[in-house]
């Protein structure tokens, strides 16, 4: 049972445009959700994180909005950069037991920004 | 602060043999947990180490084991390997409850 789903496997944009990778969930539970980064040959980096109190965070050209009722995220860079080109992934941690470092991962997106 | 390290990052083993892979988490860090990553099943949760006790697991044959040692420092084994254990295998470390995990740069498995 995927829980967080990310449908788009890639996404091309021109270099300055804006960039929107998209990601839903399932489980009503999830109230807190990560965007990681990662390049080939590398981990995954922590990009930004959204609790489901808020409906948006910022930071730099990195915004994450949330939707709740639609159970909707989404990733917008702007503008975009070459080096922004990487597989983003979408994810939330699942609470046991009152304490939980475990993350349930998106399949990932595959954006490439073009120069 | 030294990011996450594993160590091999890369490994050829052959089926029916086990491996052992390490994983030193940032400084102070006390969090350690695992991960698998694969084309078709993307980034699946292993098991989480918190103070050498292992808090959490998720849904692998018990041939995936692994253990924390007081140093926060962790290893995972995987016993009587199998071709379908072929993958990227990541470390990721936080200092404790906290939904912030740093990711180590992975060892990559293949069992032929």
């Known amino acids: 049972d995927q829980q967080v789903k990310q449908n788009s496997p890639s996404l091309s944009v021109q270099e300055g445009r804006i960039s929107i990778l998209n990601c839903d969930y399932t489980?009503?539970?999830?109230?807190?959700f990560l965007w990681y980064k990662k390049y080939p040959a590398e981990g995954p980096t922590f990009l930004i994180s959204i609790s489901s109190i808020k409906d948006k965070n910022e930071d730099g050209r990195f915004t994450v909005f949330l939707n709740k009722s639609a159970k909707h995220l989404s990733l917008h860079i702007v503008p975009s950069q070459p080096g922004d080109s990487a597989v983003y992934f979408c994810?939330?941690?699942?609470?046991?037991?009152?304490?939980?470092?475990?993350?349930?991962f998106g399949t990932g997106t595959l954006l490439a920004v073009q120069p | 602060k030294a990011g996450v390290t594993q160590t091999p990052r890369y490994l050829i083993k052959t089926r029916g043999q086990q491996v052992t892979l390490s994983c030193s988490p940032i400084s102070g860090h006390r969090s350690v947990s695992w991960y698998q990553q694969t084309p078709g099943q993307g980034l699946q949760f292993l098991f989480e180490y918190f103070s050498e006790t292992q808090r959490n697991k998720g849904n692998f044959p018990g041939r995936f084991s692994g253990r924390q040692f007081s140093n926060s420092r962790s290893e995972m084994n995987v016993s009587t390997l199998e071709l379908g254990d072929s993958a990227l295998y990541l470390c990721a470390s936080s200092e404790g409850l906290n939904y912030e995990q740093y990711f180590g740069p992975g060892t990559r498995l293949t069992v032929t």
């Open positions: 489980n009503s539970m999830f109230d807190y």
């Open positions: 994810a939330a941690p699942v609470f046991w037991g009152g304490a939980t470092n475990k993350l349930i």
